[in-house]
């Protein structure tokens, strides 16, 4: 796959036919005919940069059905499960499959088993894997709040209402060490999801608020997305404890 870069740094999908630009037309065959780094010219002669996606580029250009999950978040996801090449993890819900695209880049060979309940949006993600040659997911039509079906996970993973409902089928599909992460929106949910884990899993709560610079002005930029969601890490260090309030482990940053 190939995307094309203008001379102000937009990005553009390749979609193997010819592309009518605000800068004039590229032809299919010159994009084809094309290395990577080199550039095109539109029949008006502006020259646009011919490059492979990466990871960021697919997760913007895929197409969007619910709320899809951004990198700044899913990178932490990846990070704080301590997933690379190989790990099992599963992931629920699909959505427009935008995080799923992520977790397949960082345990690919393995395959990422991803939960959905809606058709529609399935539909949306399988497209998405697809156009963007994606092979490395596996969508279960599955309510994962009915139970999980994989053994010996290193991760699961929830971005869905009530992520609290899943607790008790983590404690038993998890490794220990293993990590149930979830993601939501808002803090009320959160809460609600910290509540139900119990003395077996040590766990912290964060948001991550990315803020860009204009290095031109040299400040931060105006405008931001100023809320995505709030994460909870929980990771699996025992199956035995009670399952207490006071016996509950939080991590504090350090100071
Ligand atoms: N992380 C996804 C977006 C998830 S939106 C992305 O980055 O694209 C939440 C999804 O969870 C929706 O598609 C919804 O249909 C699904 N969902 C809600 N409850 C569910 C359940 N009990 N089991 C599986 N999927 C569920």
């Not at 997305?225 to 509950?248: C, P, Q």
């Amino acid at each position: 796959m190939k995307i094309l870069i203008d001379q102000k740094g937009r990005k553009y999908i390749f979609n193997n036919e010819d592309m009518h630009t605000k800068d004039g037309v590229i032809k299919k065959e010159d994009v084809e005919k094309c290395e990577i780094g080199n550039t095109v010219k539109t029949h008006l002669g502006i020259e646009y940069t011919v490059i492979s996606p990466n990871v960021s580029d697919i997760m913007q250009k895929a197409k969007r059905g619910p709320q899809a999950i951004t990198l700044k978040d899913a990178a932490l996801i990846a990070g704080f499960a301590n997933l690379h090449s190989g790990s099992k993890v599963v992931n629920a819900g699909t959505g427009s499959g935008i995080l799923d695209i992520f977790l397949a880049y960082v345990v690919e060979p393995e395959k990422v088993i991803s939960y959905e309940i809606r058709e529609d949006f399935a539909k949306i993600a399988k497209k998405n894997f697809e156009k963007f040659g994606i092979k490395n997911v596996e969508i279960k039509m599955k309510n994962i709040y009915e139970g999980i079906d994989e053994e010996n996970l290193d991760a699961i993973i929830l971005d869905l209402p009530e992520p609290w409902r899943v607790v008790p089928f983590a404690t038993e599909k998890l490794k220990i060490g293993g990590t149930l992460i979830s993601f939501s929106p808002s803090i009320e949910q959160s809460k609600k999801f910290h509540d139900a884990l119990n003395a077996n899993f040590l766990q912290e709560t964060f948001e991550c608020i990315l803020r860009n610079w204009d290095m031109k002005a040299v400040r931060p930029c105006s405008r931001m997305i100023a809320h995505t969601g709030f994460i909870t890490v929980a990771r699996l260090i025992s199956k035995k404890k009670e399952t207490k309030e006071k016996n509950k482990m939080e991590i504090s940053p350090e100071v």
